[in-house]
């Protein structure tokens, strides 16, 4: 297929600009650094031996610290410094300077490698690419090999204790929704490993893998009458899909996902139209999480601070703007990113707003009753939708190559109201989440025949009404009772997970990004990943394996660098510094792109030569 990258943009040109000093800059450090070691070690000798290997340490620190959280003494210079003075020390190449940031240099220049590497992958001919073949047997074959390793190598047991009880209750915790969102990727790669039933007349396809993995538990609904939630305890982690205080959630950051993720890749992969509804089934499961997790972290930390804001809005939507800039595209290509966005954002609002009442029943009611009006008002409405969203037409406007003739907003206007209703739902089980622990701790404690017999029963309606809500009005919210339900039914199966499959969870973001350009090919601006990326023609099957292992290294890596750039950026406790670096990110980036303007204005540009050259 032949590429067409299209004309040289604006935003490539001023990511070269800001990138190629950036590499400088690094390559210098890391050579200033190892004439370093080498003199020491050089003046240093035996009887320095022990002062040396102190040295070793605190710089093995200071890696550690700054991928796993950058603390206070990571960077403490480049802190404390103005952001004049760090620029003016960076463009003169000042050696101490480069010395003290030398990591974080490394983190950026590693970014830009990799996004470089998706510019050559899908907008340029030095690789091939291949079309898809869907075979359902084939697809099915690797996604039952997938689970079975994971089962014989990954199932782990978990201890965790209950943050409200203290029980090891683990009533829906953090370790199967990570595994839910491996699940969910998994079937988006493999596309072929659901075990589908089908649903007649309306032709609906229910996957499931879940019953792979033990998880069946008792699930008492939210619609019952129960006594309101007990205040949050201070200074406990709800037990919820993204309560990580180092990961500001995505999808709520985004954990059955992971299984649903991996379904969700081997969709595009294997072109397996066949289980587009369990696709479907699993984005809503993706909008449910950003309901669920969001509002478990804001209930219990009440953390509405501007940091905490700026972290999560940086790890929704850090790595999916580079990935706009560089290859050209809209931002709605990404449809997940803008959509969760959204509905965190409004997640956010709904807990924000008079955040000092949350632990009033009264008002928690009226907040949840006002965002389902704020949803009808915004998607039922007619003309509605259309009003507020078309200032923003040029942020959220998507024009697809093979529809050119659909109005700018129509994917945004899909996209955002296919599952407008269920990050509501999500709240509502967030809500009650404290009282079904407390419920289940009871029923624990009855004795094992009426127990099990409670728990069949609950089964056993969960099962029957969602088949029939299925059935006549096709609801999606039918999947999640049943799952949680038989995830959930008893301590055994509460207890394990598969943690390969959680693994994936984690990354769900970039693997949901990365596919599009790593792993399959879309030739062209805005275009759909229609083509398999070819690494070695003629053989699909150790192509497959090669593409896959570089595209889940990149993701897993560019997860990694996402957080390591948001931890050295975006200061916890230091609003002052916040807002300096966000003056001078947005002043950088304008700088760099009036360059770039200038460059690609000028006939004959330098710059416009080495851009077509790179492309080409």
């Given at each position: 297929?032949?590429?067409?990258?299209?004309?040289?943009?604006?935003?490539?040109?001023?990511?070269?600009?800001?990138?190629?000093?950036?590499?400088?800059?690094?390559?210098?450090?890391?050579?200033?650094?190892?004439?370093?070691?080498?003199?020491?070690?050089?003046?240093?000798?035996?009887?320095?031996?022990?002062?040396?290997?102190?040295?070793?340490?605190?710089?093995?620190?200071?890696?550690?610290?700054?991928?796993?959280?950058?603390?206070?003494?990571?960077?403490?210079?480049?802190?404390?410094?103005?952001?004049?003075?760090?620029?003016?020390?960076?463009?003169?190449?000042?050696?101490?300077?480069?010395?003290?940031?030398?990591?974080?240099?490394?983190?950026?220049?590693?970014?830009?490698?990799?996004?470089?590497?998706?510019?050559?992958c899908d907008r340029t001919n030095l690789l091939g690419d291949s079309t898809k073949n869907y075979n359902r047997d084939l697809f099915l074959f690797l996604y039952a090999i997938l689970i079975i390793v994971s089962a014989m190598t990954s199932l782990k047991k978990h201890q965790d204790k209950s943050a409200f009880s203290g029980k090891a209750i683990l009533y829906l915790n953090r370790h199967q929704t990570e595994e839910w969102k491996g699940w969910m990727q998994a079937t988006n790669e493999a596309h072929s490993s659901a075990i589908i039933i089908s649903f007649s007349p309306s032709s609906f396809i229910v996957p499931l893998p879940f019953p792979i993995i033990p998880s069946f538990a008792c699930y008492f609904f939210p619609s019952l009458s129960f006594p309101p939630p007990p205040p949050p305890p201070?200074?406990?982690?709800?037990?919820?899909?993204?309560?990580?205080?180092?990961?500001?959630?995505?999808?709520?950051?985004?954990?059955?996902?992971?299984?649903?993720?991996?379904?969700?890749?081997?969709?595009?992969?294997?072109?397996?139209?066949?289980?587009?509804?369990?696709?479907?089934?699993?984005?809503?499961?993706?909008?449910?999480?950003?309901?669920?997790?969001?509002?478990?972290?804001?209930?219990?930390?009440?953390?509405?601070?501007?940091?905490?804001?700026?972290?999560?809005?940086?790890?929704?939507?850090?790595?999916?703007?580079?990935?706009?800039?560089?290859?050209?595209?809209?931002?709605?290509?990404?449809?997940?990113?803008?959509?969760?966005?959204?509905?965190?954002?409004?997640?956010?609002?709904?807990?924000?707003?008079?955040?000092?009442?949350?632990?009033?029943?009264?008002?928690?009611?009226?907040?949840?009753?006002?965002?389902?009006?704020?949803?009808?008002?915004?998607?039922?409405?007619?003309?509605?939708?259309?009003?507020?969203?078309?200032?923003?037409?040029?942020?959220?406007?998507?024009?697809?190559?093979?529809?050119?003739?659909?109005?700018?907003?129509?994917?945004?206007?899909?996209?955002?109201?296919?599952?407008?209703?269920?990050?509501?739902?999500?709240?509502?089980?967030?809500?009650?989440?404290?009282?079904?622990?407390?419920?289940?701790?009871?029923?624990?404690?009855?004795?094992?025949?009426?127990?099990?017999?409670?728990?069949?029963?609950?089964?056993?309606?969960?099962?029957?009404?969602?088949?029939?809500?299925?059935?006549?009005?096709?609801?999606?919210?039918s999947y999640f009772c049943v799952y949680i339900c038989l995830r959930n039914c008893t301590q055994q199966i509460r207890n394990f997970s598969l943690t390969l499959f959680a693994w994936l969870g984690k990354i769900t973001l970039e693997t949901y990004i990365s596919q599009f350009h790593i792993w399959l090919r879309t030739n062209t601006p805005n275009g759909q990943p229609k083509w398999l990326l070819c690494l070695i023609p003629e053989y699909p099957m150790l192509n497959f394996m090669l593409t896959t292992a570089i595209y889940v290294l990149l993701s897993h890596r560019l997860f990694e660098l996402t957080n390591v750039l948001k931890t050295a950026f975006i200061p916890t406790k230091d609003n002052r510094r916040l807002l300096h670096n966000f003056i001078a990110g947005v002043a950088i980036s304008v700088f760099l792109y009036f360059l770039a303007v200038v460059f690609l204005l000028l006939p004959g540009s330098p710059v416009s030569g080495f851009s077509f050259s790179f492309i080409c």
């Open positions: 297929m032949e590429v067409n990258s299209g004309p040289v943009t604006a935003g490539q040109v001023s990511f070269l600009l800001g990138f190629i000093p950036t590499l400088v800059a690094w390559v210098y450090a890391e050579i200033l650094e190892y004439k370093r070691s080498s003199s020491h070690s050089k003046v240093h000798s035996d009887s320095n031996l022990v002062e040396l290997g102190n040295d070793v340490t605190k710089e093995e620190d200071r890696v550690v610290l700054l991928e796993g959280g950058l603390s206070k003494s990571a960077s403490p210079k480049f802190s404390s410094s103005s952001m004049k003075s760090n620029l003016t020390r960076f463009v003169t190449m000042d050696e101490p300077f480069l010395l003290e940031n030398r990591l974080i240099l490394r983190a950026m220049a590693e970014f830009g490698v990799i996004t470089a590497y998706f510019y050559i201070t200074g406990h982690h709800h037990h919820c899909p993204s309560v990580s205080s180092s990961s500001p959630l995505f999808f709520s950051s985004i954990t059955p996902i992971s299984l649903s993720e991996v379904l969700f890749l081997m969709y595009h992969y294997f072109a397996a139209t066949e289980i587009y509804n369990a696709i479907r089934v699993f984005i809503a499961a993706y909008v449910w999480m950003t309901g669920f997790g969001n509002f478990s972290y804001y209930y219990i930390r009440k953390d509405f601070s501007v940091a905490r804001f700026a972290q999560m809005m940086w790890r929704l939507n850090f790595f999916v703007a580079f990935a706009c800039i560089v290859l050209n595209n809209d931002y709605m290509l990404y449809y997940i990113c803008p959509m969760h966005t959204l509905f965190t954002l409004m997640v956010y609002g709904a807990l924000g707003i008079f955040s000092k009442y949350n632990e009033v029943p009264s008002v928690m009611v009226a907040k949840i009753i006002a965002c389902f009006l704020v949803v009808i008002l915004m998607w039922e409405v007619p003309g509605v939708f259309d009003f507020i969203w078309s200032p923003l037409a040029f942020l959220l406007g998507y024009s697809d190559p093979a529809k050119p003739d659909l109005p700018r907003l129509h994917e945004w206007h899909f996209r955002s109201g296919l599952d407008r209703y269920i990050w509501i739902i999500g709240m509502i089980y967030a809500y009650y989440h404290p009282n079904v622990e407390k419920m289940m701790e009871k029923l624990e404690e009855t004795e094992p025949k009426r127990r099990n017999t409670i728990k069949t029963g609950v089964v056993a309606i969960a099962i029957s009404v969602s088949c029939i809500s299925l059935w006549l009005v096709e609801q999606l919210d």
